[in-house]
C-alpha cells in the first residue's frame, strides 16, 4: 500500500509538468490531494482470470483522474481501454494493483457505495418501450431512492436540473425511442449527472453520432467538467475532437503503452506517433499531418 | 445549443415541461372498479339464475330462500371468483417480472416453460409417492396442499433455472422462445409417460386440467392457494424498482447499484411461486401473462413497474374473470374451457404486439 503523500507526490509530478494544470506547489497533503484527484490507481494491473489462465492487459499502470477536468482515452481497438474503464469503474476486478476513487479504495467500496460515487454512460444500446426521457434521466437517482423507488420533490429538481445542464429539458416528455441518437446520449448524460457522482465514465459517447452532434457533445462534457467540477473520463476514437476539446489524454498503444498528458504536452513529446507507431505507413502518415498542424496551430495561439 | 443557452431558455418557462411518474389515483380507482364488477359478476351471473338479492343476502352471512342457491354461491362461485382473481392477477405479474428479466416481449410463464415445469413437478411427485395416480388431476389431498404447491413452485423453479442460465449465454430473444418451447415439449413427454401409466378417467381428468379451470379450487385448498399467492405478489412488489434499473441493461443496472444475480434469483423464486401455485391448481393458463402486462404499458403509456405491478395485478385479476364468465357462455346450457377464451382472446392481443412493435427486444 502506499500512502496517501506518496500518490499526492505523483499527481503533482504527473499533473505538475504542464503549466495548465501546474496549481499544485508540492505541498500537497490529504485533503490537497483529494480535492485534485478523482481517481488514482496504483500498480494496477488489468486483465481478465478465468480458473487458472490469465490475460493480462496493461501491466502497473500508475494513474490520477483529476476533478474538473474532461480527460480523454485514446486508442486503438483492442489496446484496453474498456478493459481500464472497467476496471476503474468497478464492474470488474483489478488482477492487482489499488484504485482509489474519490479517496476511498474500490475493494472497500459496495455495489451501492460506488454507484453514489461514479456513473457510467455506456455504448449498451438502450432499447425501452414506454419510458419517457425524463422517466431514464430520473432513474440516476436510484442510489438514493426508497425500495420501491418513489422520487422525492428534492429527487426531481436533482433530475430537473440534470437535465437543464445536459441540454435536454425540452425533451423530457417525449419517449425514448423516439429520439435521435445524439438527443438520447443528452438524456444518458443527463441521467448520469443526476446520479450525483463526482465521477462520470463515458464510454464512447460520440460513437453514433454525425458530426455536428459529436462536437456539441464534446463541447457539452468539456463545460460539465469545468462547471460542476466532476471529474469525466471519456473513451474516444475522435483523435482531433479529444485533443481540441479534452484537459487531459490518456493514450494508449497495442503494445500496452499508456501515457498521460495534456494535448499539447504529448505533441510536443511526439507521444502521438509513439503510440501509434505499430499502425500501417497511411495511419502514421495521417498522424504526422495532425501531429505537425496541432503544433503549428499550438504555437500560433 | 449549448447547455448556457437552455438553461437560461428555462428559467422563464411558465410551464413545467417534466411529466409526471407517478401512477394517477383516478387510474387505479377505476382499475379497482373494474376489478369489482367483474368480481360481483361472476358471483350473480352463472348457469343457475339466482336472483341479485339473493347472492348479496348470501355473502352478508344471511340464508338464500333455496338450499341449492347457498350451496351454489358459497361452495361454487365465490371460491371460484376468488381463484379467478387471484390466479389473473399472479400470472400478469409473473409474465410482467419475466418480461424485463429476460428483456423479450413474448416471455411468460406458459411460453418459457415454467408453467409445464409446474405441472411436472407435480406429477413427479405424484409417481414417486405410493400411488401412480392421484393428485395433480384428481385432487384428492393426497399431498395435501401445501405439497402440492412446493412440488409447483419446485417444478416451476427448476424450469426457471435452466431457461435463466441459458438465457444469459444466448442473448437472442428467438432462442429463449425456442428454448422454452422444448422445455415444454420435454416436460409434457414426462407427463405423457405418467399419463400412459395411469388409468382411462385419470386420463380425462387430466386433460380436463390442461384446459385450464378456476373451478377447481375448494376452501380446504384455498387456505394453502391464497396466501402462497400472496407471498408470491408481495416478493414481486419489492422488485419494483431493481426491475426499473434493469430496463436500461444488466450493465447500466449494476452501475447505479443494482445487485443484478440477487435481483435474478429473486425475481425467479417469486415468478416461479406464482406461476407454479396457479398452474398446479388452476391447470396451464395461456395468454393471461403475455398480454395483461402489454395492455398496461399501453394503457397507461409507460413501462415503470411502479406503474405496470399494481395496474397488472388489477387488470390480470378483471380479466381472468371476465374469460371465465366468456368460458361459462350464460344464457346456453353449455360451457368452453377456459384456454380457449384465453387463447382466442390472448393470440390476437399478442399478434397485434408483435405487429406493434418491430424490434423484438422492446419492452
Redesign the interface.
Known sequence: MITEWQAAEHVVHELGRNSRHAETDGHVFGNALHAAVAVYAKDLTTGYRQGARVRVVHRRLELALPRGKLTALLGPNGAGKSTLMRTLAGLQPALAGTVWVDGTPLRALSLQAIARKLAVVLTDRVDVGYVTAYALAALGRYPYTRWDGQLTPEDEQIVQEAMRLAGCSELAGRMVVELSDGERQRVMIARALAQQTPIIFLDEPTAFLDLPRRVEVMHLLRSLAHQTKRALLISTHDLELALRFADLLWLMGSDGTFVAGTPTELLQRGELLRVFAAEGEEVQRYLKEVHHRWLAEGSGA | ????T??AG?EYAPV????V??IRRSVLLLLVVLAGTAFASSLMIGAVSIPPGEVLRVLLGGQASKDTWQTIILTFRLPKAITALFAGAALSVAGLQMQTLF?NPLADPFVLGVSSGASLGVALVVLGGTSVSASVFGRTAFLGEVGLVGAASLGAAAVFAVVLAIARRVQSAVTLLVLGLMVSYLTSAVVSVLIYFSLPEQVSAYINWTFGSFGGVTWQQMRAFAPALLVGLLAA??T??PL??L???E??A??????VRAVRWWVAASASLLAGVVTAFCGPIGFIGIAVPHLC??LF????H?ILMPTSVLLGGSLALIFDLISQMPGTQYALPLNVVTSAVGAPIVLWIVAR?Q?F???
Open positions: 445549443m449549448s447547455a448556457q437552455t438553461r428555462w413545467s415541461p417534466f411529466p411518474l407517478r428483456r412488489w419489492i419494483v424498482k426499473n434499473a430496463l436500461l441493461g450493465n447500466y449494476r452501475s447505479m447499484g443494482v445487485n404499458r399501453a403509456v409507460s413501462s415503470d411502479r412493435r424490434s427486444g422492446r419492452i
